[in-house]
């Protein structure tokens, strides 16, 4: 028993004298692999982000002016008249604006009644992107129409929007004949060039016959937002 315990020993010491030499080796090899792993680990590893943002959207305007026409081609879906002025509910869906793909929170098609524009300030809130539609031949052929239903909403628009990003469609140019249809945004433009909240209609801004999908979904691709 007392020799077996003497020839482990003998064995333990013969073992840790063969590898005393190359102690110096493993350390070295042993503090190589430790860069090698503090190199890998602190390289910044690829972090997956959301690459598509939320944004909250919501879309103004007088009575019967295409909202939710407007809001149906932006949902890839078919416009019923059955939305007709009424406060419905959308789930969240994607859309392709201003070159990229951008997913819209689930939202309401708000009806166009004048009552209804005192909760423009907390629609503009809580959204990102601002789209206001308003029936452009009804605009430069009914004054009252211009003035009630149009521009006091550009002015509270104006007042309430900050830097928010707008987007504005002058709609059913299919109205006017077809040799009237070349300077209406020009005339548009006249008559409020004097108003501050004509900045509004700046950037993103045009008329067009809404129904036309195809020709207003290639205009909603090269708006500019910033
Ligand atoms: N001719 C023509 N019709 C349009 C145009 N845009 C919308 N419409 C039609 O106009 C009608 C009213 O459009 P809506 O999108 O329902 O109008 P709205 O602004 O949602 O109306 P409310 O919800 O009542 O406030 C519908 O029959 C649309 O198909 C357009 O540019 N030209
Ligand atoms: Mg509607």
Redesign the pocket.
């Known amino acids: 028993m007392l020799l077996e315990v003497i020839f482990d020993n003998i064995g333990d010491f013969q073992q840790v004298h063969c590898i005393a030499p190359l102690l110096p080796v493993i350390a070295g090899i042993g503090g190589l692999i430790g860069i090698i792993i503090t190199y890998f680990s602190s390289k910044k590893k690829p972090v997956k982000v959301e690459t598509i943002k939320e944004n909250g959207i919501c879309i103004l305007g007088p009575?019967?002016s295409g909202?939710?026409?407007l809001?149906s081609a932006l949902r890839g879906v078919s416009y019923t008249e059955f939305?007709?002025?009424?406060m419905?509910k959308y789930k969240e869906f994607e859309v392709f604006l201003a070159g990229e793909k951008i997913k819209v929170k689930a939202g309401f098609?708000?009806?166009?009644e004048e009552f209804k524009v005192k909760s423009y300030p907390k629609l503009i809130e809580n959204s990102d992107i601002i789209f206001f539609t308003f029936d452009s031949y009804e605009y430069l052929n009914n004054p009252e129409y211009r003035t009630n239903d149009v521009n006091a909403r550009l002015f509270f628009i104006h007042k309430h929007i900050g830097n928010k990003p707008t987007v504005i469609f002058g709609t059913h140019l299919d109205k006017f004949a077809e040799g009237d249809r070349k300077n209406i945004i020009k005339r548009i433009l006249n008559t409020i060039k004097n108003e501050k909240y004509s900045t509004l209609l700046e950037d993103n801004f045009t008329v067009m016959d809404l129904r036309e999908t195809d020709k207003l979904n290639d205009y909603l691709k090269d708006i500019i937002i910033k």
């Open positions: 009575e019967l909202k939710t026409q809001l939305h007709h002025s009424q419905e098609d708000i009806g166009g």
